[in-house]
């Protein structure tokens, strides 16, 4: 039987309309569900239950879901959950109310910018962002994204719009990976690189102590722990590359250790530039000033973290000063290593554009100079710092020394570094020795909280510090001397001590005493400050609202009152009342200077200057001020100055039993005014936060220790006491250059001894 054309035309359209409604729909199913499946953000699969076919996220529903939900596992399902959904088993849950960081992966606090209040990470954009980012902090500033990203201040970039320099990898060690010989979770990477390529292999972690192994092409391997003594980071570099595939290990240093991190590997294929500079200018009139007149010239070179170089500036015909700004705005500078010379001895972290700034100590000097610019590496070598090798235990001792060739700490000393695996509750002491260089001792706790000794109970030979851990992991020790350039041999040991030796425990009734000068207002129209006077005050109220001082026990002296004389009756009326149980704090904000010494150099003041605190009608030296402490009946003394060069009052006052000092900068370094929080100085303003807010008790139990205060003051400073070019400063003389530290020196003082019971 035939079907008639008209018939079979007919039907053919009907079965066309038909199937091409059907194909859309299925088209625009496919394109809905493709739509919302580009919009939600599936996340990882950190969950312990990862990857068993069920979805353990709790932002879903449906027959898919496992029977037992938890919190921790938004958001780390990924792989079952985006299948599931797919498939149309389960559906994402509608919320009235989404929270506004759904989704987002701030990641961990490793930037060392962390916690200023700024987000540094470039995944976002806003008003609440650094101005200065960099993309080595991708993912490592996540409280303050966090809460500006809540504030709607700023906002995630579309397809994370950043301009990368090299291949980005987000990912985590977690249980079920592959595992080192020493128990640590692995993941591997390759990447192919050309004979003659530079690369550098950067690690970053806020949640594990990284450990990073490059293997080359020919099994030659380059390792390296805790680049620039950071738990949080690890680098490799390497110069110059083979053909062929390179693998790449990210690893804990210790075993079970789990969490997310970033993996940068940047290759260069451009030729490695010798930064070995020999340059000779001279600074005359026409040049470019500093605010108060200090001519200088400045130079650029391109760098690459791991490449070390010593910047060398002489001049017979001025008093030298040298800058190095660096690409994350940082500044080291320098005034005098050999006589009216400076030197500066770095190994570089960051890629990109380094500026030299050659300059005068004082105003209006000009003259000829010479510098020269010096990278230390062996060419042709993978640059990586120290593998930890020097593993010690308790009854440990050996034998070293600090040469020429060691690495070089902060301020360009010489330092070794040695591990030690503690327990928590041990009783430890550590005790460094040597006739040859002033001792310096230092020790990292796991959580990266830095205890440090000097002089111990004054002796320039020797520096001890003495603890009970309150954790367990890894401690770092490091070995260095006060001045930079110091070497010679030593001897380190490791030995337990008797718990109560180290008792952290403050005296029942125990009452504080304090000092409290500020001058604003100087003789004359000059030297006048801004609200250095009321820095003196928020310190005195800090101690009286937030450690229960006895406003009777207060003696505050503020501009006229800031005199030699008022400063001596008030300590001698303080020692009449004060015992071995109470506290004495002494604090000062206004103008420091530095002065030459009478009696020239000695074990305090190698550099033959003493360090003064300017009252009302005159200086008083830090030999004066500790004279006059030595007569105190106190059981502890903190000294708390905001002042240009106060670092250098440590050498000749914290070297007794029980005393502290918070110094606001190195002894050779102005301090900046603190505008920004209508202050004279940072450091009143931050012990008032430590203090009053109670901010730096971190376990809220009530007690402030040592340690507490010292580390809560360490992370300030680094958040919100950054150079500029353009940064006031408190000061008498010399360049508005200098990278302003805080100094802490507990020196005899216990970390975890008690200084404040808060109120």
């Not at 797919?86 to 559906?91: K, Y």
């Not at 390529?197 to 092409?217: K, M, N, Q, W, Y």
């Not at 200090?294 to 060398?312: A, H, M």
Request: hydrophobic share 35%; net charge negative; aromatic share 10%.
């Amino acid at each position: 039987m035939r079907i008639s054309p008209v018939v079979d035309v007919e039907i053919t359209k009907r079965l066309y309309t038909a199937f091409f409604a059907c194909s859309c729909a299925f088209f625009l199913h496919d394109l809905q569900a493709q739509t919302e499946l580009s919009a939600i953000d599936f996340g990882d699969d950190l969950s312990t239950w990862a990857n068993d076919q069920e979805c353990d996220d709790p932002r879903f529903t449906g027959e898919g879901m496992a029977s037992t939900l938890v919190e921790s596992d938004r958001l780390h399902d990924a792989s079952d959950c985006r299948s599931l959904f797919m498939m149309g088993s389960i559906t994402l849950i509608e919320q009235s109310a989404p929270s506004p960081d759904v989704g987002v992966d701030f990641g961990d606090n490793a930037s060392i910018w962390s916690f200023d209040g700024q987000c540094d990470d470039p995944r976002f954009a806003g008003r609440g962002m650094s101005a200065l980012l960099l993309d080595t902090d991708m993912f490592h500033d996540a409280q303050d994204c966090r809460d500006l990203f809540e504030q709607d201040s700023i906002r995630l970039l579309p397809g994370f719009a950043v301009v990368l320099s090299g291949r980005f990898e987000r990912g985590s060690l977690r249980a079920g990976d592959d595992t080192g010989a020493n128990g640590s979770y692995n993941d591997s990477y390759t990447f192919v690189a050309d004979r003659g390529d530079s690369t550098i292999i950067d690690l970053r972690s806020g949640e594990f102590d990284t450990f990073l192994t490059v293997r080359a092409p020919n099994g030659e391997e380059f390792s390296n722990d805790d680049y620039e003594s950071s738990f949080d980071r690890s680098l490799v570099s390497i110069p110059r590359t083979e053909t062929g595939i390179y693998e790449v290990i990210v690893s804990s240093f210790a075993q079970g250790e789990s969490g997310g991190y970033t993996l940068e590997i940047s290759t260069d294929d451009r030729p490695l530039e010798s930064l070995n500079q020999q340059i000779s200018g001279v600074l005359i009139d026409e040049d470019s000033t500093f605010t108060d007149g200090e001519y200088y010239d400045n130079y650029k070179f391109e760098g690459r973290p791991g490449q070390s170089i010593t910047l060398d500036l002489r001049s017979d015909e001025f008093d030298t000063y040298l800058i190095l700004r660096q690409p994350n705005g940082e500044e080291l500078a320098n005034d005098d290593t050999e006589g009216s010379n400076s030197r500066i001895e770095v190994t570089l972290s960051e890629a990109g554009s380094y500026e030299v700034v050659v300059s005068s100590f004082a105003g209006g000097e000009t003259g000829e100079y010479q510098l020269n610019i010096a990278e230390i590496n062996a060419p042709g070598r993978g640059v990586a710092a120290e593998v930890a090798t020097n593993n010690l235990r308790v009854g440990d001792s050996i034998s070293g020394d600090l040469d020429s060739g060691d690495q070089l700490a902060e301020n360009d000393e010489f330092r070794d570094s040695f591990y030690f695996n503690g327990n928590s509750g041990e009783a430890i002491v550590f005790d460094l020795i040597a006739s040859d260089f002033d001792t310096v001792l230092s020790l990292q706790t796991p959580a990266g909280e830095l205890l440090e000794n000097d002089d111990f109970q004054g002796s320039t030979d020797q520096s001890q510090i003495q603890l009970t851990l309150q954790e367990s992991g890894r401690y770092r020790i490091l070995v260095s001397s006060y001045t930079s350039g110091e070497t010679g041999d030593y001897q380190l040991s490791i030995r337990p001590a008797a718990a109560e030796s180290v008792s952290s425990s403050a005296a029942f009734g125990s009452q504080v005493y304090g000092i409290f000068a500020g001058i604003a207002d100087y003789p004359g129209i000059d030297n006048d400050l801004d609200l250095t006077d009321q820095d003196a005050i928020r310190a005195r109220d800090a101690l009286i609202q937030g450690a229960g001082m006895d406003p009777r026990n207060a003696y505050t002296l503020l501009n006229t009152d800031a005199t030699n004389a008022n400063f001596r009756s008030a300590l001698n009326s303080i020692n009449s009342s004060i015992g071995a149980d109470d506290t004495l704090v002494i604090f000062y904000s206004g103008h420091g200077n530095r002065v030459p010494r009478a009696a020239g150099p000695d074990s305090s003041d190698p550099d033959g200057l003493d360090e003064t605190i300017e009252l009302y009608d005159g200086a008083m030296r830090d030999d004066d001020l500790a004279a006059l402490l030595d007569g105190s009946n106190a059981g502890k003394i903190l000294l708390v100055m905001d002042s240009c060069f106060s670092g250098g009052f440590s050498k000749d006052i914290i070297s007794q039993p029980g005393r502290m000092g918070l110094f606001s900068s190195e002894e050779d370094v102005t301090s900046q005014v603190a505008f920004k929080f209508q202050a004279g100085g940072y450091l009143s303003v931050f012990f008032d936060e430590a203090i009053r807010e109670g901010y730096a008790d971190r376990d809220e139990n009530g007690e402030l220790t040592a340690l507490e205060l010292s580390q809560y003051l360490h992370g300030r400073y680094r958040a919100d006491v950054k150079s500029a070019a353009s940064t006031e400063y408190v000061r008498t003389w010399g360049p508005q250059a200098a990278y302003q530290h805080l100094v802490v020196d507990r020196g005899g003082v216990s970390p975890y001894s008690v200084l404040f019971n808060r109120n």
